[in-house]
């Protein structure tokens, strides 16, 4: 079983609509979780993290923990076609440096 | 303050050569970390080096060596490539290991290896 789990995708949405994105992660001990954005050929860079349960919100992107279901989620709103990329999702498990990163889903904001 | 900076960024070998990717940074980061990335898996870690002078293995070390030369500096050795390692490689840097600590990634190095 896969330390982070996310749906691969492609996840299609509309220009302002609402993306969701999941991750599950199979450790209890995770501490922390981060959401990166990677455009294709690119590095990934971080959007935000969460450590605690409940709802956190940065601009048009909030993420979600919810320990007890041990899922993580993403909601990005009023999508934009910039906003099309690959999603990591990635958690920290007991020492930060053990740093587990899901395969990525990838969405599709069309115009 | 060019970040994260990693040399080269493409390069082809042949099974059983040897090669040094280099990573450099320039944020005054204490910890930094090597992953390689392969379509459908995600990023895996390989080493990484919490302060200057220590070096740990993550997730997938084996035919990998690092070097942590300076608090800058921290490099991957493959020392007889495979075409297992095949794959896009990424240095990583963050102030310290603490929980919340944002990690910073180099453009990526593309290695194939025939």
């Known amino acids: 079983q896969k330390e982070v789990e996310q749906n691969s995708g492609p996840l299609s949405v509309p220009e302002g609509a609402i993306a969701s994105l999941n991750c599950t992660y199979s450790?209890?001990?995770?501490?922390?979780f981060f959401w990166y954005r990677q455009y294709s050929g690119k590095s990934p860079e971080l959007i935000m993290f969460i450590y605690s349960n409940g709802d956190k919100e940065d601009g048009r992107f909030t993420a979600q923990l919810n320990k007890a279901s041990q899922y993580v989620s993403l909601l990005i709103r009023d999508s934009q076609p910039s906003d099309s990329a690959t999603y990591l999702c990635?958690?920290?498990?007991?020492?930060?440096?053990?740093?587990?990163f899901g395969s990525g889903t990838k969405l599709n904001v069309k115009p | 303050n060019a970040g994260v900076t990693q040399t080269p960024k493409f390069q082809v070998l042949k099974t059983g050569q040897s090669m040094t990717l280099q990573c450099a940074q320039d944020?005054?980061?204490?910890?930094m970390y090597w992953y390689r990335q392969d379509p459908g898996m995600g990023l895996r870690l390989i080493y990484y080096?919490?302060?200057?002078?220590?070096?740990d293995k993550g997730e997938v070390p084996n035919g990998y060596n690092v070097s942590r030369l300076n608090k800058r500096e921290f490099s991957l050795r493959l020392e007889s490539a495979a075409p297992s390692q095949t794959s896009v490689y990424f240095c990583a840097s963050s102030v310290t290991s603490g929980p919340t600590d944002t990690q910073y990634f180099g453009p990526g190095t593309r290695l194939t290896v025939l």
């Open positions: 450790d209890r001990g995770s501490q922390s």
């Open positions: 990635a958690v920290t498990v007991y020492n930060f440096n053990k740093f587990y």
């Open positions: 944020m005054n980061h204490n910890s």
């Open positions: 080096s919490a302060s200057e002078g220590t070096t």
